[in-house]
């Protein structure tokens, strides 16, 4: 999304409020915008800081072209600051070196503008440390924070925001989108219930890395059929090697949930709603059998308990174990 005609098509609420702001000369000092992966978070903070520095622009719109834009774009822009996690979390040095930062006046203008990727993480100090940018908000100065999880933002920090929430995009126009760039339906329908995002699709259709993580997603549920320890041995030699850096971990975790979903889909014969096994219907039957609908919730449950530890940093080995033993109770 590359003007806010594209950004008002997949987000016509957001689009317009920010857009009306521009035009009457009233942008917040501070934006939060909440949504799910590639629904134009990061988008929309790239056009805001557009429009707020181009000098070539008609009505709302950047051009697009000018050194300014570029820039931005590139996010190499002086008085455009991008705040990003350093390992799993935003700390309070960072915010730090924010605050330095703002102490000195623009380099090209008294603009500034800061952009907080994944706002949820920031550390307690960290908040704290941004809660006073926003308690003492300067009108040449706007903060544009990006979430998926608004909830987690500390109520200080909300409460002193324009919250902006962006709706889900449309699986079926996604799917659609993933057709027409050569995805094979099967693969679509997955790609869209894991992503919002047509390039990181695009990428995992031509990695074997995708293809083999979701062989071992069913190689992990027959063992699970079987009852056997030989589970043990798969998530050591197989899953865990395969499943090496943190955002895999998650992948992996995604798989198998959507994996159990069609399970429980199955059970209460609502067929349109399976995505994963929607190739392998026959494969779907024998492992629906092996598992109770209770049985089911239960591990549904375990998996999501399971993704909210990797991202409290727990341990990745000691996350697949715990889930291992919760499955085969």
């Known amino acids: 999304m590359k003007t806010w005609a594209e950004i008002m098509e997949i987000q016509p609420l957001a689009g317009k409020i920010i ?123 706007t903060a544009i924070m990006l979430t998926e999880n608004s909830q987690a933002i500390i109520p200080t920090i909300r409460s002193r925001c324009q919250i902006l929430d962006l709706q889900p995009l449309d699986p079926y126009h996604f799917q659609k989108q993933l057709i027409d760039a050569g995805i094979t339906e099967d693969n679509a329908r997955l790609f869209s219930a894991l992503t919002n995002n047509l390039t990181e699709a695009t990428r995992w259709n031509e990695d074997d890395w995708f293809a083999s993580a979701r062989k071992l997603v069913v190689q992990l549920i027959e063992k699970f059929v079987e009852s056997t320890d030989d589970v043990y041995l798969l998530i050591h030699n197989k899953w865990l090697p395969h499943f090496k850096e943190r955002n895999q971990q998650e992948h992996g975790l995604d798989l198998l949930l959507l994996a159990f979903k069609d399970m429980m889909m199955a059970h209460i014969g609502y067929e349109d709603a399976i995505v994963f096994f929607y190739k392998s219907k026959e494969k779907l039957e024998d492992f629906m059998m092996a598992f109770s609908q209770a049985k089911i919730l239960m591990i549904l449950n375990a998996i999501l308990a399971a993704k909210q530890k990797l991202k409290q940093n727990v341990h990745p080995t000691l996350v697949m174990e715990q889930l291992t033993l919760q499955i085969q109770r």
Not at 51 to 73: A, D, H, W, Y
Not at 104 to 114: D, H, I, P, T
Not at 118 to 126: K, Q
């Open 19 to 141: 857009t009306n702001s521009i035009k009457k000369g009233r942008v917040s000092h501070a934006y939060l915008i909440s949504g799910e992966r590639g629904t134009g978070k990061a988008s929309i903070a790239l056009q805001l800081a557009k429009s707020l520095f181009c000098s070539n622009k008609e009505g709302v719109e950047p051009c697009q072209t000018c050194n300014t834009c570029k820039r931005i774009e590139s996010k190499n822009h002086p008085d455009v600051h991008w705040i990003e996690p350093e390992g799993q979390s935003i700390k309070r040095e960072q915010i730090d070196n924010l605050q330095k930062e703002f102490k000195y006046s623009g380099l090209e203008s008294n603009r500034k503008v800061y952009i907080i990727k994944a706002a949820d993480t920031l550390t307690l100090n960290a908040a704290n440390r941004i809660l006073k940018f926003l308690e003492e908000p300067n009108k040449e100065t």
